[in-house]
């Protein structure tokens, strides 16, 4: 696939989908090129109920590799195909209480290291801003 493919596929889709996708418009999408292989799944916070680990369970059976991007204050729950965890990290724990609120930094520690204990794979994102 060439960068002119890839911002043909974007408009046409951009277009047409305005709305965003239904989960058939994904899997149409994935089908229709299987040269995508990797996903990644951010934006509010996927693990904060059910209803959203539900829709990534769901979306890492598409493709092969998946990276869902967490603020960590939730469990991380563990899923059946290939995927990694990324957690946002504001700096030290001064630092990130400060801007995420005071407790937080405890809670992503704890759900990071709950999570290595049961082989999930996790990575910290160094969220750098005006206050760190």
Request: net charge neutral.
């Amino acid at each position: 696939m060439t960068g002119k493919d890839l911002h043909n596929i974007v408009y046409e889709y951009e277009t047409k989908y305005q709305e965003g996708f239904t989960e058939e418009e994904q899997k149409d999408l994935l089908k229709r090129f299987p040269s995508i292989t990797n996903i990644l799944w951010y934006g509010g916070e996927p693990f904060y109920n059910g209803e959203t680990i539900k829709l990534l369970e769901q979306g890492t059976e598409l493709v092969k590799n998946n990276l869902i991007i967490t603020n960590g204050t939730f469990h991380i729950p563990s899923f059946k195909r290939s995927f990694h965890i990324g957690v946002s990290v504001d700096g030290t724990q001064e630092v990130h209480d400060l801007i995420r609120g005071f407790g937080t930094y405890d809670k992503v520690k704890a759900n990071v290291h709950s999570a290595i204990k049961r082989g999930i794979p996790v990575g910290l994102l160094y969220c750098i801003n005006a206050k760190n």
